[in-house]
């Protein structure tokens, strides 16, 4: 298996099983409504499509066309890219398409350099062969990736910049190329800047000459990536922070936030199982010399901490790596294998024939050990049920919804929801986010809970906020898709001035509804 030919051969063929495999994972998310075939991605992910579309569009990179300027979306460059492919000839159901399939193109490439990366710090092609079948086939990648959340550019991104970031520590200098590359890190994802700042950092510790110059390029990087991107922020927006930071630090004490995402840290060790986290542990104590070793354990440590601070995801309860955390886990998968191949070369120092053997089915033990002992999460790996928010409907029941809004209102018609991506997307009718991540009113308001330590539990990023009489009572929607919050406040209100539908409450004054069309799909059978 060391040898180069046969080695190559291997790799091309877990990717050709990997492409094989994610297609099939990408259909997976597909859908029909009426007989037509949908694919939507992830909510978050669909409301930096609406802002693709809206730009594409000739609207500008807001979410209503027309409306406020208002940065909802964490992922300039991903927006970007998903406004280039808008511009393409494709049918606005197919386009999440493009989107899951640049995804799996960023995938693949980052399993080349995985491998890479592998080969360079654990020193072994047996460990990087591992770590790209763990990588390629651990379920939460795909399910971030291939569902079109940033997790995909993120993810390629950062395999770039370790791999020169190897480099750097083999010449005993901060390159600017690094820099570079961790600056579009950042345009990628805004708190990317948590890896800007530790990886150069560390890179500056092991230095033993040139400290002074790398801290003048690292100053210049952070002066045009980062300062740069908060002067288009402060010049475009209007303000000098992301809407998304007052939605998600404004209000919550940072105790409550760390105290949660330490919560769910230790839910997700547990999880993993003791014994696959304490393998890194032990690479990393057996081979505490080893300066490459050492610079993947700190970016896993640096990632981990900012998903501390940040209080960890808003769906914890899904169980694996989150969104933060799983961009790490390819070097976490590196660190392992190397506990594991340094263990059973001392237990095969006799004869070593068994070697890839033992290190195969180890392989293998560890990629059912970390998803957990749930059994829908080994369901879910080996395709036997829907991915998250497909096994529960919520993308058909979006496109459905947004269906029928496209067939009941006016395109002038003005509509209140609690999911802030599909249905504005597929409708793009003017919107009201009642969570508050489009809205900068509710963004600055006080969380409704987990505001104190002994609530940390119920602190769920982005989730904790909104004003049902300032979304409702004050902007009069014409359309309502669901209450959130101030139930038993607004409710009395609602049914006084709205006609419930099929789940939505329709403004009895409003002249952007056809109420001829309400009727018809208060009738219809819905399949």
Same mark, same amino acid.
């Given at each position: ?89 494709? $049918? ?10 640049? $995804? ?424």
């Amino acid at each position: 298996m060391e040898k180069k030919g046969r080695s190559s051969e291997v790799f091309l063929l877990i990717i050709a099983i990997y492409v094989w495999y994610a297609l099939l994972f990408i259909e997976n998310t597909s859908f029909v409504v009426d007989g037509v075939k949908y694919y939507c991605l992830t909510d978050d992910a669909m409301i930096s499509m609406r802002y693709a579309r809206n730009l594409a569009e000739g609207g500008g990179l807001v979410w209503n066309a027309g409306g406020e300027r208002v940065e909802g979306y964490s992922d300039f460059l991903w927006v970007l890219w998903m406004a280039a492919l808008h511009m393409l000839p494709v $049918e606005i159901r197919l386009m999440p398409l493009l989107v899951q399939l640049s $995804e799996l193109l960023l995938v693949v490439g980052s399993l080349y350099l995985i491998r890479r990366i592998a080969q360079r710090a654990a020193g072994s092609e047996t460990i990087a062969l591992g770590a790209v079948t763990l990588t390629a086939f651990y379920y939460p990648i795909n399910n971030w990736a291939l569902q079109g959340s940033d997790a995909g550019p993120i993810l390629f991104v950062l395999c770039l910049a370790v791999l020169e970031a190897l480099s750097c520590l083999e010449k005993n200098a901060l390159s600017f190329r690094l820099l570079a590359i961790l600056g579009v890190g950042t345009l990628v994802r805004i708190d990317f800047t948590a890896l800007f700042l530790a990886i150069p950092l560390f890179l500056m510790l092991k230095q033993k000459t040139g400290r002074r110059a790398s801290a003048g390029m690292f100053l210049l990087a952070a002066v045009i990536f980062l300062g740069g991107q908060t002067l288009f922020r402060l010049w475009y927006y209007g303000d000098w922070l992301p809407n998304t930071y007052y939605l998600k630090i404004y209000g919550t004490p940072m105790a409550v936030r760390i105290m949660r995402g330490l919560s769910t840290t230790l839910d997700f060790i547990k999880d993993l199982s003791l014994p696959a986290f304490l393998l890194p542990l032990y690479a990393v104590v057996t081979r505490r010399r080893d300066d490459k070793i050492m610079l993947l354990a700190s970016v896993i440590a640096a990632q981990s901490c900012y998903n501390m601070l940040a209080g960890g995801d808003a769906w914890e309860w899904y169980g694996g790596a989150n969104r933060y955390l799983v961009v790490v886990m390819p070097f976490f998968f590196i660190l392992a294998l190397a506990a594991v191949y340094d263990l059973l070369k001392i237990l095969t120092e006799k004869n070593g024939k068994y070697l890839t053997l033992l290190f195969t089915a180890m392989v293998i033990t560890l990629l059912i050990t970390v998803h957990g002992s749930n059994r829908s999460s080994i369901q879910e790996l080996l395709l036997l049920k829907k991915p998250l928010h497909v096994q529960d409907k919520e993308h058909r029941n979006s496109a459905w919804t947004a269906k029928i809004i496209g067939e009941t209102t006016t395109p002038d018609a003005t509509i209140a929801v609690i999911g802030a991506g599909a249905v504005p997307y597929y409708t793009m009718r003017y919107s009201i986010d009642t969570l508050g991540k489009n809205d900068p009113v509710i963004a600055r308001e006080q969380p409704r809970y987990g505001k104190t330590l002994g609530d940390y539990e119920r602190f769920q990023p982005g989730h904790t906020k909104c004003d049902a009489n300032y979304s409702i009572r004050a902007l009069k929607p014409d359309v309502i898709l669901g209450l959130w919050c101030d139930k038993d406040e607004i409710l009395p209100y609602v049914q006084e001035n709205y006609a419930q539908v099929r789940g939505m409450y329709y403004n009895k004054n409003s002249k952007n509804i056809d109420w001829a069309a309400v009727g018809r799909i208060q009738t219809a059978v819905i399949l």
